[in-house]
């Protein structure tokens, strides 16, 4: 089976500028999930779609981040406008799970790296 | 809430012998997962292996094994015969629920291991 892809993989853009990340999951995964991950850190949740629906966008950054899941398939990631601390790899993760328990581990896409000088 | 603490930022280990990654862990949750994961320098996130709340039995994967002991909450990986190609960062995640009831997992800052020929 295909995994999760994302592009582009490597991004440098200037503070203040704007950026998208796209996501697309494995065929038939419900939960789509997207990570920042700042360097020497694991990985944080931005938001977290069930279908096209959001059901966890706590530490979303609403006043510059904003995401979209269309029909429940692929997904974007978007900063408006970027600040040097964005610098990070934003890693895109689908999963069968809703609300079930699962043994089941994400399958994470290879990630974008951002770096915002 | 939950919460993953691993103390080790950096660990290095004789090629072919074992290593232990130590993981803490803590949540309200009664019932809940936890999970490794390797990120080697390429940057994707490699699932390792799983251990439920409720397993009776340690969770073993090849050369990985998790030392689950639930009542000092810690879920320890141990990787046996240590290659060189082991070296990466490893993750310690715990899967819990959100308040909406929906999965959520939550990750440690991670051990850097690195293997000595």
């Known amino acids: 089976e295909a995994g999760v892809a994302q592009s582009p993989r490597y991004k440098i853009i200037e503070k203040r500028q704007s950026v998208a990340f796209w996501c697309n999951p494995i065929?038939?995964?419900?939960?789509l999930y997207w990570y920042q991950q700042i360097l020497g850190q694991g990985p944080k949740l931005l938001i977290q779609f069930q279908n096209n629906g959001v059901v966890d966008d706590s530490q979303l950054p609403k006043d510059r981040f904003s995401a979209e899941r269309l029909k429940g398939v692929d997904s974007t990631l978007k900063i408006q406008p970027a600040k040097l601390e964005d610098s990070a790899v934003y890693l895109c993760a689908s999963s069968f799970v809703t609300q079930e328990r699962s043994d089941y581990g994400y399958t994470f896409g290879s990630g974008t790296r951002l770096t915002v000088v | 809430a939950q919460k993953i603490t691993q103390t080790q930022p950096g660990m290095f280990v004789q090629e072919k012998e074992a290593v232990t990654l130590d993981c803490t862990y803590d949540?309200?949750?009664?019932?809940?997962?936890l999970f490794w994961y390797k990120q080697p320098s390429s940057g994707e996130m490699i699932f390792l292996i799983y251990?439920?709340?409720?397993?009776?039995q340690n969770a073993t994967e090849g050369r990985y094994s998790l030392n689950f002991q639930k009542a000092r909450k810690s879920a320890n990986l141990v990787i046996s015969a240590s290659q060189l190609g082991d070296s990466a960062m490893y993750f310690c995640?715990?899967?819990?629920?959100?308040?909406?009831?929906?999965?959520?997992?939550?990750f440690g800052t991670g051990t850097k291991l690195q293997v000595i020929p």
């Open positions: 949540t309200s949750d009664q019932s809940y997962g």
């Open positions: 065929s038939g995964h419900a939960t």
């Open positions: 251990q439920g709340s409720y397993d009776e």
């Open positions: 995640a715990m899967r819990g629920m959100n308040s909406g009831g929906y999965q959520k997992v939550t």
